[in-house]
């Protein structure tokens, strides 16, 4: 009797063991998990690079694309790094992209994981049309802003003149230098991270953002009135008008009322 209860005693805690190790195991997967979601969303990609939740259910973790990068730019995820294991990305800070004419990590895709077409223009590849991601300045930390006299990240950009151009501005503390700021226009920067390598400040103070994460979105609510493009965005557009009975009123009636006085 004695050593059947021991027996079930022990079954008993075993048991628990188990239970508990699986759920230990279970936390960390998803953990695990949800780091790598959250790091897939600020990853930069190589150029043509579809949108990241299609590009992670397109990609096979082949590799060819870093093999074919001959700049070492391009490395694949591996256990510990926090991504999606296996897919390629890169660091501007460590390895920018360095524009090659002939994107040649693109081509050898053999998913289409990496699009070709975007980033071909009449028939040529186009890598000044790649959208890896976007620059953003911390006007706080880059000291071009403090009246340092700074354009390392303007000489660094690819697309001289376009993608980062240098605005002037009087500095009013000292009475005769100027500011030199860095102003990016994201319709031109290609993410490709030659600035954010460049930059003389101890972390980068400008630096490359997926386009989802960096820039913001006005909708279809307004629209540019002096862009004829812009304004076919209201040939399919609706509207509706909400009634309250404030509304019923003329607004000059509105305006005059002094019930709220008394």
Same mark, same amino acid.
């Given at each position: ?95 920018? *992209? ?43 930390? *880059? ?51 030659? *600035? ?67």
């Amino acid at each position: 009797m004695k050593t059947q209860a021991m027996s079930e005693r022990r079954k008993f805690i075993l048991t628990m063991a188990r239970a508990a190790g699986l759920a230990a195991m279970g936390g960390l997967v998803w953990s695990a998990y949800l780091d790598e979601a959250t790091a897939s969303s600020l990853l930069l990609r190589p150029p043509g690079a579809i949108k990241e939740e299609d590009f992670l259910a397109t990609c096979i973790k082949c590799g060819l694309c870093v093999e074919a990068c001959p700049y070492d730019t391009l490395v694949l995820a591996k256990p510990g790094d926090n991504k999606p294991l296996g897919t390629p990305f890169f660091i501007p800070r460590e390895m920018p *992209c360095y524009m090659c004419p002939d994107i040649p990590c693109v081509p050898v895709c053999p998913t289409g994981a990496l699009n070709q077409a975007s980033v071909t223009t009449d028939g040529k590849l186009d890598i000044n049309i790649a959208d890896m991601g976007v620059a953003v300045v911390d006007s706080k930390n *880059c000291i071009a802003f403090w009246g340092i006299q700074c354009d390392a990240c303007y000489r660094a950009c690819p697309l001289l003149g376009q993608a980062i151009t240098i605005e002037y501005s009087k500095n009013e503390r000292t009475g005769k230098h100027a500011f030199m700021k860095p102003v990016v226009d994201s319709d031109f920067c290609t993410g490709c991270g030659l *600035c954010e390598k460049a930059c003389v400040t101890e972390k980068a103070s400008i630096f490359i953002l997926p386009r989802e994460v960096a820039l913001g979105r006005a909708g279809d609510y307004y629209i540019k009135g002096w862009d004829k493009e812009d304004e076919k965005r209201l040939e399919n557009a609706t509207s509706k008008t909400t009634t309250t009975e404030l509304s019923k009123e003329k607004a000059v009636d509105s305006l005059n009322s002094n019930e709220d006085l008394y």
